[in-house]
């Protein structure tokens, strides 16, 4: 095995300047998702990425797949012919956003970090994967089973691309997804989602509004109330401005995201409390305000009654991300992450309990959990892998986040973040301004994923 990881690490460091080079021409792609066309069922930019990513792959001399432009693939053929290992990987991304330092579709190199949208989610992975797989091909290692890099193109917008996959084309054996952290994540819990919608209730509140997606906690929120002004007193996170000859009432809380919610202060929460507090709101309306309360007062749940804890994951979170009025009925979404300990069915009849007539439970879906024994050999060989490669004795974790994993008969994810690390000034995080990636950890990961594939062909799949 020596052997072979010094052939590994001159194949890193021989191909280098490639990989950069591959991961800045697919950065330099604008994959957004967009309106569909023809060919292209998630839009023109996720379609153009993975015609780069695929003739990346045929540079690499590996064989492709355009799988309608929703998916594709690069492989090397394994002497099973049935079974094949996979990694999965995705080519689209999240819409730029503000407060860049560059242009995010032209990767910069700086400080050894690389910037640029997608250099960390998912582009850069990705090209480790077709890396991982030209050092296969180059060393004629011999393959019991074939190795398939993945390559979606719907992976921040609803994963369509790999529910087409599973649809149309054989699973794999067994799949890891560089879409993540290290070391390896074996489980990810269940993800509830609905919205609470009141009566129209035609009392004191004429708008409320809060957040931008139901899977981050607002730290804006505001409602449009009838209320006298000067009558009304100041609170904590609270701001009150004359509109209209009515009072808009605004919150400020601290945002984060839904499936790590601790620490946060859910500005649709202090909004509703405030109107709660200050008698706002005719017997409807407050008696949703009550169940607004129920939900925001706790992000464990107990105040609506549906807390949980298995002992394998951590406790049941929920949050409510957006708030809306239309036709002058009020949507509160809520996302919940659960463990093996509760489901879809007991959560919506607990919410329907706390409801108490104040309002319907609607637009209900539920992804269960998923969970892996640690255990279980891929597992142990991926943690082990990563365990020789950096020294270090890290342990299978579980988490509130959904990945690609939970789609397949067997997957997890497997990197290629680092937890804690500290970003320098000038770059952020995934999904962030100036997202960026540690290029000496990047080519690690890829040692970890080369020799991850080698053994996983040792095992019985
Ligand atoms: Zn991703």
């Known amino acids: 095995m020596q052997q072979w990881e010094n052939a590994v690490d001159a194949f890193i460091e021989q191909n280098k300047q490639n990989i950069l080079r591959d991961i800045g021409r697919l950065v330099a792609v604008p994959s957004v998702e967009g309106a569909p066309e023809p060919g292209a069922p998630f839009g023109p930019g996720p379609k153009a990425a993975l015609e780069e990513a695929l003739k990346i792959a045929g540079e690499l001399g590996l064989a492709t797949r355009n799988c309608e432009g929703r998916i594709g693939w690069a492989e090397l053929p394994g002497a099973e012919p049935d079974k094949y290992i996979a990694t999965i990987t995705h080519l689209d991304v999240v819409p730029t956003g503000n407060g860049w330092d560059g ?8 400080d050894g970090w690389i910037l640029g949208r997608g250099v960390a989610d998912d582009k850069g992975p990705s090209v480790l994967c077709l890396y ?3 050092f296969l091909k180059e060393q004629k290692i011999p393959l019991r089973y074939g190795v398939r890099a993945l390559l979606g193109a719907n992976e921040e917008t609803g994963m369509a691309d790999v529910d087409y996959y599973l649809k149309n084309y054989p699973a794999p054996a067994f799949c890891f997804s560089p879409d993540a952290e290290f070391p390896v994540c074996n489980g990810e819990k269940g993800h509830y989602t609905a919205k609470l919608v009141s009566p ?4 004191a509140i004429l708008d409320f509004t809060g957040g931008i997606a139901p899977n981050a906690v607002p730290d804006e929120a505001s409602a449009l109330v009838r209320a006298d002004l000067a009558a009304l007193p100041a609170a904590p996170g609270i701001t009150l401005a004359a509109e209209n000859g009515a009072v808009r009432v605004s919150g400020h809380g601290k945002a984060g995201h839904a499936a790590m919610p601790e620490g946060t202060v859910n500005a649709i929460g202090l909004v509703a409390d405030y109107l709660l507090a200050n008698g706002i709101g005719n017997e409807a309306e407050r008696a949703y305000l009550t169940l607004l309360h129920k939900l925001h007062a ?5 105040a609506l009654g549906i807390a949980a804890d298995d002992g394998r994951f951590s406790p049941l979170t929920v949050i409510g991300g957006t708030m809306r009025m239309e036709g002058g009925r009020m949507f509160q979404s809520v996302d919940s992450r659960y463990p093996t300990s509760t489901n879809g069915e007991a959560i919506t009849a607990a919410l329907t309990a706390a409801a108490a007539g104040a309002a319907s439970i609607e637009q209900v879906a539920a992804a269960v959990p998923f969970y892996i024994e640690p255990d279980a050999a891929p597992i142990r060989t991926l943690i082990d892998t ?3 490669v950096t020294g270090e004795q890290a342990q299978p974790f579980t988490m509130g986040g959904g990945t690609y994993a939970r789609h397949f008969p067997l ?5 290629p973040e680092r937890q804690g690390t500290v970003l320098p000034e000038f770059a952020g995080p995934m999904h962030g301004a100036n997202e960026g990636a540690e290029i000496g950890p990047l080519f690690e990961a890829l040692k970890i994923y080369i020799l991850a594939l080698g053994r996983l062909q040792q095992l019985e799949l």
């Not at 242009?103 to 700086?110: G, L, S, Y």
């Not at 997957?411 to 990197?415: D, E, H, K, L, P």
């Open 103 to 110: 242009d995010p579709f032209v990767m910069r190199e700086k």
């Open 132 to 134: 991982a797989l030209r």
């Open 200 to 203: 129209a209730c035609g009392g």
């Open 298 to 302: 706790a992000t464990d749940g107990s």
């Open 386 to 388: 990563y365990n020789e």
């Open 411 to 415: 997957a997890v994810s497997f990197g």
